[in-house]
């Protein structure tokens, strides 16, 4: 088992990875803060592995709420639902909520964890890749509007995070492959050996390889540990994380939440990033060619929906936590394994890009 910090003071954290995780009750012993707690879950994760959590909790209260499964139920109204176990159950401020699910649940369990009675303590135990390298990481907890992704949320920190590797065996193709945006995404903005190590080994995670699956969530994790340290609220450098997120955001708000996959939306953005990088003269074509044959080996979409013209994008694109007094601001890349922070952007560059790439 691995074993990382997110460096935060007082509210550090660990980050375990491995293998049989769900099996290991000193783990979730040695950070639950009270006899009380609440699971989170859904309706694909709860048949897999809620009673195998649940046989770690023997001794505490512990009662479960399941939520259906997918994008376009991450609401304040379903987040109503926890909040209503909650108070029926009559449970403290010291109780404790578990999120076990993918990056949906950990952010509604996270956010009503935020909220109840001003904080209680949560645990993240991600199911998804993507959960395991990305969302279940740094505090960010949220949900959806029907006008932008994640616009209401706060920064909550988790006690710990339980990235068992073995529920990647009953994770599906298409969201193994989604996890894999967000992987990729470590390696463009600050580690070029990373991104080439991806290039050589993207079979082996796709063939679900247990040794190159372990290694880049850990190396992801490392990643995004050292950027939360620095920068926990999002103020200079964790922006960075960003990479390809307002394009991929106004995917998923304009084709309708839970028609891409949030990691394929990325992917896609990301790729629409790599372009305007190579607009303003930073990326050179071979570059792109690079960044996109990446996303194509990891079986990831490249290219926009065509029912999002160039307007329409723009306007989605200005309801982005980056902007300024409404202006659009992004992250680009100045080359593969260097990110830069949020800038304003030509307006006839971005135009470009909206109008062109993937549209040829």
Same mark, same amino acid.
């Given at each position: 088992?691995?074993?990382?910090?997110?460096?935060?003071?007082?509210?550090?954290?660990?980050?375990?990875?491995? $293998?049989?995780?769900?099996? %290991?009750?000193?783990?979730? @012993?040695?950070?639950?803060?009270?006899?009380?707690?609440?699971?989170?879950?859904?309706?694909?994760?709860?048949?897999?592995?809620?009673?195998?959590?649940?046989?770690?909790?023997? *001794?505490?209260?512990?009662?479960?709420?399941?939520?259906?499964? *997918?994008?376009?139920?991450?609401?304040?109204?379903?987040?109503?639902?926890?909040?209503? @176990?909650?108070?029926?159950?009559?449970?403290?401020?010291?109780?404790?909520?578990?999120?076990?699910?993918?990056?949906?649940?950990?952010?509604?369990?996270?956010?009503?964890?935020?909220?109840?009675?001003?904080?209680?303590?949560?645990?993240?135990?991600?199911?998804?890749?993507?959960?395991?390298?990305?969302?279940?990481?740094?505090?960010?907890?949220?949900?959806?509007?029907?006008?932008? @992704?994640?616009?209401?949320?706060?920064?909550? %920190?988790?006690?710990?995070?339980?990235?068992?590797?073995?529920?990647?065996?009953?994770?599906?193709?298409?969201?193994?492959?989604?996890?894999?945006?967000?992987?990729?995404?470590?390696?463009?903005?600050?580690?070029?050996?990373?991104?080439?190590?991806?290039?050589?080994?993207?079979?082996?995670?796709?063939?679900?390889?247990?040794?190159?699956?372990?290694?880049?969530?850990? %190396?992801?994790?490392?990643?995004?540990?050292?950027?939360?340290?620095?920068?926990?609220?999002?103020?200079?450098?964790?922006?960075?994380?960003?990479?390809?997120?307002?394009?991929?955001?106004?995917?998923?708000?304009?084709?309708?939440?839970?028609?891409?996959?949030?990691?394929?939306?990325?992917?896609?953005?990301?790729?629409?990033?790599?372009?305007?990088?190579?607009?303003?003269?930073?990326?050179?074509?071979?570059?792109?060619?690079?960044?996109?044959?990446?996303?194509?080996?990891?079986?990831?979409?490249?290219?926009?929906?065509?029912?999002?013209?160039? %307007?329409?994008?723009?306007?989605?694109?200005?309801?982005?936590?980056?902007?300024?007094?409404?202006?659009?601001?992004?992250?680009?890349? $100045?080359?593969?394994?260097?990110?830069?922070?949020?800038?304003?952007v030509d307006q006839t560059l971005l135009e470009l890009t909206l109008r062109h790439y993937g549209r040829q």
């Amino acid at each position: 088992m691995k074993n990382l910090l997110v460096e935060l003071g007082d509210r550090s954290y660990p980050i375990y990875i491995g $293998s049989g995780l769900l099996q %290991q009750p000193e783990l979730f @012993k040695k950070h639950i803060k009270s006899k009380q707690v609440l699971v989170v879950t859904n309706t694909t994760i709860a048949p897999l592995y809620l009673d195998r959590l649940l046989k770690n909790l023997s *001794g505490y209260t512990v009662e479960t709420v399941v939520l259906s499964d *997918g994008e376009q139920y991450k609401t304040l109204e379903t987040v109503s639902t926890i909040f209503d @176990k909650l108070l029926t159950c009559k449970f403290s401020r010291n109780a404790t909520l578990i999120a076990l699910g993918g990056g949906v649940i950990g952010d509604m369990g996270g956010f009503a964890a935020a909220c109840y009675q001003r904080g209680i303590a949560f645990l993240q135990i991600p199911t998804t890749l993507l959960a395991q390298v990305d969302s279940s990481v740094g505090g960010k907890t949220g949900v959806n509007h029907p006008l932008g @992704k994640n616009m209401i949320g706060a920064f909550y %920190q988790p006690q710990c995070v339980i990235a068992d590797a073995d529920v990647l065996d009953t994770l599906d193709d298409r969201e193994l492959s989604a996890g894999l945006a967000e992987v990729i995404k470590y390696g463009l903005i600050r580690d070029i050996h990373f991104f080439e190590w991806l290039e050589d080994n993207i079979g082996l995670l796709l063939a679900r390889d247990k040794a190159a699956l372990a290694y880049a969530i850990e %190396q992801s994790c490392l990643n995004k540990a050292a950027i939360v340290a620095e920068d926990e609220t999002e103020t200079g450098v964790r922006a960075t994380l960003n990479l390809g997120h307002t394009f991929g955001h106004a995917i998923e708000t304009g084709a309708g939440y839970g028609t891409y996959l949030h990691g394929e939306a990325v992917a896609i953005g990301t790729c629409q990033a790599a372009d305007l990088s190579r607009r303003k003269g930073w990326l050179t074509d071979a570059d792109v060619v690079r960044i996109i044959a990446l996303f194509n080996k990891a079986n990831l979409p490249v290219t926009p929906p065509t029912q999002l013209d160039a %307007q329409h994008f723009l306007e989605l694109m200005t309801v982005d936590k980056k902007n300024i007094d409404g202006k659009i601001r992004l992250i680009l890349l $100045s080359q593969i394994g260097l990110a830069t922070l949020p800038g304003y952007v030509d307006q006839t560059l971005l135009e470009l890009t909206l109008r062109h790439y993937g549209r040829q």
